[in-house]
T-cell receptor, first 113, second 110 residues
Framework: DSGVTQTPKHLITATGQRVTLRCSPRSGDLSVYWYQQSLDQGLQFLIQYYNGEERAKGNILERFSAQQFPDLHSELNLSSLELGDSALYFC????????????FGQGTRLTVV | GENVEQHPSTLSVQEGDSAVIKCTYSDSASNYFPWYKQELGKRPQLIIDIRSNVGEKKDQRIAVTLNKTAKHFSLHITETQPEDSAVYFCAASRDYKLSFGAGTTVTVRA
């Protein structure tokens, strides 16, 4: 167990809908990262927060947004869902920034039908 | 932004042989290079990392080398075992952004 908790584990929803994925980082970690992993694909960096502030952005679609709350948990919001958004979404956390070990959650499997 | 390229995409080795995975990065300011292993259906987990002020690091059967001038780093696994079969990801970090390579699927044949 990495100490990073993601909910839900599985999510099935219809095209056009909106979903929220939740991540609780390890105790003491200030950074949260979100990654998208499509079938047989690598880890696509979406966005990163540090202590409540956005610090780095990857190839995140405009339909996607995220935030980190004062208690340091983070949420990734996906709207106007398309079939191609079906993927495994990982959250990871680290103590500070990108130069410390990132611990991954077990992921949320999103299926858009 | 940082671009990390990883080769090969797949690697099949005989049990007991060595496996080598190579990565290149584009941002010369990147200073942290971790390697993650992802077993089927599981989360990625750190197996070894190296910082820009170090040229080589070993941990039992695993070693990583870094060439800052050429902007490339490699993972070496010696005496491969069936449990080494997994997807391996290299990554490069600058400041707060951690960018991953596309991954290498390693299969160890018994």
């Amino acid at each position: 167990d990495s100490g990073v908790t993601q909910t839900p584990k599985h999510l099935i929803t219809a095209t056009g809908q909106r979903v929220t994925l939740r991540c609780s980082p390890r105790s003491g970690d200030l950074s949260v990262y979100w990654y998208q992993q499509s079938l047989d694909q690598g880890l696509q960096f979406l966005i990163q927060y540090y202590n409540g502030e956005e610090r780095a952005k990857g190839n995140i679609l405009e339909r996607f947004s995220a935030q980190q709350f004062p208690d340091l948990h983070s949420e990734l919001n996906l709207s106007s869902l398309e079939l191609g958004d079906s993927a495994l979404y990982f959250c990871a956390s680290s103590v500070v920034g990108g130069d410390t070990e990132a611990f991954f959650g077990q992921g949320t499997r999103l299926t858009v039908v | 932004g940082e671009n990390v390229e990883q080769h090969p995409s797949t690697l099949s080795v005989q049990e007991g042989d060595s496996a080598v995975i190579k990565c290149t990065y584009s941002d010369s300011a990147s200073n942290y290079f971790p390697w993650y292993k992802q077993e089927l259906g599981k989360r990625p987990q750190l197996i070894i990392d190296i910082r820009s002020n170090v040229g080589e690091k070993k941990d039992q059967r695993i070693a990583v080398t870094l060439n800052k001038t050429a902007k490339h780093f490699s993972l070496h696994i010696t005496e491969t075992q069936p449990e080494d079969s997994a997807v391996y990801f290299c990554a490069a970090s600058r400041d707060y952004k951690l960018s991953f390579g596309a991954g290498t699927t390693v299969t160890v044949r018994a």
